[in-house]
């Protein structure tokens, strides 16, 4: 008896178990329904007559929940000078919903997983996307982009379509709004002490091979120390991940934080494998030759950056990897303060055997997903055309950089400042109020990209005079479009990881000396045994398909 | 002469394992104090010591940038008080529950006392995953009130076998005999049972104040708002800040000590309370958890 009442409460727990399944099944499949196109409903505060230039206007008071990353060095505040003018110039009253920096990207995925998220998504990088487009949680903004004439006039006058063709998924269509920038901006180079090469008579090196020269002849003056120990080894998948990202750059290949599996080989019109190439074998050749003449620290490819900056400060070592603000920030203000007479410069990306350039893809910036369920809203075509003036148009990417001009910054003759008072990532220090911290203004939720005019108005002058130098550099093209289907993604995501652990363990093992370079056939026959001839046919064949779909 | 003196007197052999125990322990201790008193010397260090690694057990170039910087802001103090509040608040909520369900469960008697052991430890072995939960939680409404903090960690099922074994061990002609003096099973949990049972009370709310008061998932994934969330996320993304990448800070030298000890002084400041309520707690802990485990 007992027995018998206790199955049935089993079957209970078990029969309400699948009703509860059936439920969220349910749930799950019951909003895919109405025609997203048809927009003669959604006009709700929506100006009629848009244009590229205009200021946006909403006919009504509107109001649009943003994803907001609470950046903790200018955490938001209700009483930013950002909101009310914004209301104020469009109508718009933004309900921001704070992220912590910190774990932002969890929580976004959190969000688009359970149908939560707001409308408005934005610090997105390209290539974050794709994770979420199979759910149908994200809007395919490719559709709506006639609602915003600035973002089509930018993509149109700096020629970005093969940018925006990179961002297509398999269905052609392409789910990111992407920051646009008019030119590419290098991030990180090498700097070195100048007053030490001063000291041996030596110039700045503008190319890999006088790098090398710069190391053999700071290692004969200092015999017992390396001229170069580098950083971003730790927190990266990838061993000195800058350094092989320019050095990658200079041989014209991906490597370090920018590596991906697959390269596009122009000759050949289709897809290889970059840690097979040549120039892949010549980047690590060149690492090579440095280890083993003692010119690079070898614990540069596992050290903290902590432990590569102390080197440096301490001077038991001359060159370290830097972008503009570690170069200012904590090498130079560190060193000026520890070393007398200490001296740091960074110089342009050496140029290495590819010739002058840089990197294709790398004027689209991190940007905006919008939700789908937001197509259903009737003010729907009102939120495109503000988040088009807002983010696209010249006039709103200056409000949002630098706010309104004589309250927060002044502007003559292409050259902005802050006004007195005001200080902006260090310009001023004893200046009372912070145009991020204070106004909400440069903040990287709502100002990135624009034109190299807007860009460039921030720079300190180490920035500008590197970018500016960088910025003369020739782009090479952007890879062809070559959008995988979700099983197709699927399959080689399982094939990717396995070759690209392989590819570092081996790049790490072939610098260090721990491999011989004679087996480099024999490594390559390793990556063919991981997949790699498939991972790649992967690629080819859907760049053959996308291509002739009439992409 | 070859007469022990007394049996109370520790042998030799005994004085020098006593001795050595000694010893042992107190480098024990001393490699477990160290890390921490080191934290404590960087959070009061300045910047250039810390960088050049001169900083061991005592502060050099005192320095309370970061703690000023910290303690003037009011998001802070609110972040605080809200760490407070909800850890107040969890932990009744959680004793409350947990001493209910663990002395039910205590009753041999109890019928289907096998399938309500069977549903709690379920849960220690199979969860129904991230999205889900957050998708119960928002719609219960519990978004951005204390409750979606309170209610989901309401019970840790191994606190409630601790107190399940604690509260078996407690004689049954106790509670007969209150029962028989007129008590309702209520009143026997209350008078009785509850103040036999101050040990593992303690050590239980020692448990879940110390959990609650550290957690921030919970607090991250429910919270809309800044001024809601508790001061553990406050300072984990005041350290993503400073050590990211991403920010392009400002030249000063105030950001740049920031950035040199905030991790320290977080510590100090996430474990300070812990730190002063533990020795009072201590010694109900130690006998607690061991009455628990060791039965009859």
Known sequence: MKNAGQLSRRQIVAAAGFVGIATL?????????????????????????YRAGEQFKGTKPLSFAVLHNNNPNYPAKSSWLLWKRLTELTGVTLKPIAVPLSDYEKKRS??????????????????????????GAILAVSEYVHLMPNFRAKVKKWALEPEIDSLRQSDGKYYLLPGLHEKAKAGYSLSLRTDVLDRLGLTLPTTWDEVYDVFKAIK???????????????NTPYPAAALFSYLGQAHGVRAGWTYLNQTWDAQQEKYVFTGATDAYRQVVEYLRKLVE????????????????VKKLLAEKSFAISANPQELVQNYRYNLERQVRGAKIEMVTVPIGP?????????????GMMISSKALDSDSFVAMMQFVDWLWYSDEGQRFAKWGVKDVTYTESGGRYRPVDGISLMGSAPDAPKD??????????????GGSWALVSSSFGPDERKFQDAMAQR?????????????????QATLWDTPLKDHVTQNTLRFVLGKRPLSEWDAYVAELKAKNMDQYIGLHNKAYENFKKAGG | MTRRKSINEPSRAYRVFQGINGLVLSCVVLVTLYPFVNIIARSFSGERQIRAGEVTLLPKGFNLTTYQIVFSDDTFWRNYGNTVLYTVVSTVVAMVLTTCYAYVLSKKNLKGRGVLVGVAVLTMFFSGGLIPHYVLITSLGLKNSVWAIALPNAISVFNLLVMKAFFESLPDELEEAAQIDGLSTYGILLRVVLPLSKAVVATMVLFYSVSFWNSWFGAFLYMDRIELMPVTVYLRNLIAGATGGTGAGAATEQLSQVAANIQAVTIVLTSLPILCVY?????????????GAVKG
């Not at chain 2, 020795?279 to 607690?288: D, I, L, M």
């Open chain 1, 474 to 490: 020739k782009q090479l093209p952007v890879d062809p479009p070559h959008p995988l289907r979700s099983e197709e993604q699927e």
């Open chain 2, 279 to 291: 020795p009072f707690v201590q010694r109900y802990f130690v006998s607690g958890v061991m009455l």
């Open chain 1, 220 to 234: 004969e003056e200092y015999p017992g120390r390396y001229p170069f120990s580098d950083r971003w080894s730790t």
């Open chain 1, 435 to 448: 145009l991020q911290r204070d106004f909400g203004f440069s903040n990287g939720v709502f100002a990135y």
């Open chain 1, 25 to 49: 099944a349910g749930c799950g499949g019951g909003d895919g329904g109405g025609d997203g196109k048809d927009l003669s409903r959604k006009q709700n505060g929506a100006m009629n007559k």
């Open chain 1, 293 to 308: 003449e003692k010119l690079i620290d070898p614990e540069s490819f596992t050290q903290t950056d902590d432990d590569a």
């Open chain 1, 110 to 135: 959190l969000l688009i997983g359970a149908g939560d998220a707001p409308p408005l998504i934005p610090k997105t990088y390209p290539g974050a996307e794709t994770a979420f487009v199979s759910s």
């Open chain 1, 354 to 366: 590819a010739g002058p350039v840089v990197l294709g893809g790398a004027r689209l910036e991190n």
